[in-house]
């Protein structure tokens, strides 16, 4: 494997990229329940080169992101699609989906669209599909930059982070997309540098 550009898991370089990537890659499969393996996964923001859709295993797998270059990546397995969530909607039917990812994606997007993102999901869920997402805490804020000016992680992708929420910011925008708050679980790892968190819709 070289490490030309679509190779990267990330933007930018650092060395914990591919570290971390692979840590939150490992959360989301943790999270998944199992039975929804035999349906359809889509990640947001799955990455220039989608890991975790060639590390996990269902039976459709499907990726969005603003960068992809549908023509370096070839595994007939996974369908990709470039699109920036922000201003354009899924184009997935509503109930399509068993599993819909957003592996430190959350961050990225500017607040104004965070519930048009949200809703969407919501809408290509099936009734008790889950929605799993990891995001850096606050408390992680100062580290994340002190790291990324050191070449540990990528400082193109710190510095296009739009904004950091507290547990229960985040928590009512599910609620205000449509997700129960008692279907709603979450948690943190890394020291309690990330959050993850699992909705059911």
């Not at 399509?96 to 869920?125: G, S, Y």
Request: proline content about 3%.
């Amino acid at each position: 494997m070289t490490h030309s550009h679509h190779y990267n898991v990330t933007r930018g370089f650092g060395f914990l990229e591919t570290v971390l990537a692979k840590k939150r890659a490992a959360i989301a499969q943790e999270l998944i329940d199992p039975a929804k393996r035999s349906g359809r996964v889509l990640d947001i923001g799955c990455g220039s080169f989608p890991y975790f859709l060639t590390t996990t295993h269902f039976s459709e797998k499907y990726g969005v992101d603003g960068g992809i270059n549908e023509s370096l990546f070839h595994d007939l397995t996974i369908k990709l699609k470039k699109l920036n969530v922000e201003t354009e909607r899924l184009p997935f039917k509503n109930d399509f989906f068993d599993v819909v990812v957003m592996l430190a994606v959350f961050e990225h997007i500017h607040p104004q669209f965070i519930d048009k993102v949200l809703v969407d999901i919501f809408h290509t869920l099936k009734k008790d599909g889950q929605l799993i997402i990891t995001t850096p805490s606050q408390q992680s804020v100062p580290v994340l930059w002190t790291l990324s000016r050191i070449g540990l992680i990528s400082k193109v992708e710190i510095d296009d982070h739009k904004n950091s929420y507290a547990l229960g910011k985040i928590k009512s925008f599910l609620t205000h997309a449509g997700f129960q708050s008692e279907n709603i679980a979450s948690g943190r790892f890394e020291l309690g540098f990330n959050m993850w968190f699992v909705a059911r819709k």
